[in-house]
């Protein structure tokens, strides 16, 4: 469904049990609320279930120009009062995990708790030439020069070659999204830097990290953890940078652990 939130439309599935907490999920960059289908599943017992396609992405609106990460916050939470809910357990992976980061900073008090995976909370000076030249390839020759390079960095080699079903409707949704979203939410991740500000959150947070992610590696879900006091990291072995996909029941185990002790 959409619905206006701002001045944009979004597009939102709120599933699960009515009446209980909210659990709002954001997606990565290239992909879609349905990127979320192994959580929603296991979720939607205990939980109400908020998915949605953030600008640019999905069926959401895609304005031209750069987007911010407080932007892509601020759209979550007029989603939320949109839909007349209060507080969420927030859950974010990769850009998800930085509007995550952006969400708890500026809006702490709508959070029950957050959930950051395979992400990273600031950007080393080396990668944002490799963003820029991304944004660039985007722009004069579209997504599909960029969808297997993606795919190599979101899957371990062994997935991609044993699960090449699971992997093609993933590969539609990167080619899916539009050239404007792409660019704009490249930008707001070549802007990123919330490393000396994490001290400030105190909600109870979990993060999450594939073993083998090359994009937002072990060492920055570690630096997240040594700042936000009294969160909890969780490795999980043999995944790459969609490990909500590619161990989607070890996944699950932990987030549901987290949600319930909270």
């Not at 750069?66 to 974010?92: N, P, S, W």
Request: hydrophobic letters at 40%.
């Amino acid at each position: 469904m959409r619905i206006k939130a701002g001045s944009l439309n979004l597009n939102y599935e709120l599933t699960g049990k009515s009446g209980a907490p909210v659990v709002m999920l954001s997606h990565s960059l290239g992909a879609n609320l349905a990127m979320w289908n192994p959580q929603r599943a296991a979720l939607e017992d205990h939980y109400q279930v908020l998915a949605y396609d953030m600008r640019g992405h999905g069926d959401s609106d895609a304005p031209e120009g750069a987007y911010t990460l407080e932007e892509l916050a601020d759209d979550a939470l007029r989603l939320m009062d949109a839909l007349k809910i209060d507080q969420v357990h927030f859950v974010g992976l990769s850009i998800g995990g930085m509007i995550a980061q952006a969400m708890s900073l500026h809006h702490p008090d709508r959070l029950k708790t957050l959930v950051i995976c395979s992400s990273s909370s600031y950007l080393p000076p080396p990668a944002l030439p490799i963003v820029r030249e991304r944004i660039e390839t985007a722009r004069s020759q579209g997504l599909s020069v960029l969808v297997d390079g993606t795919l190599e960095r979101w899957f371990t080699p062994a997935y991609a070659r044993e699960q090449a079903q699971t992997l093609e409707p993933i590969r539609r949704q990167f080619l899916a999204t539009s050239v404007a979203g792409y660019i704009g939410c490249s930008e707001a991740i070549g802007k990123l830097n919330f490393i000396e500000r994490l001290s400030s959150i105190s909600l109870p947070t979990l993060i999450m990290v594939g073993a083998e992610d090359p994009g937002t590696p072990v060492a920055a879900s570690e630096a997240i953890h040594e700042r936000i006091k009294g969160s909890k990291l969780v490795i999980l072995p043999s995944a790459s940078h969609l490990s909500n996909i590619e161990q989607a029941e070890l996944f699950n185990k932990h987030l549901l652990e987290f949600l319930q002790a909270h």
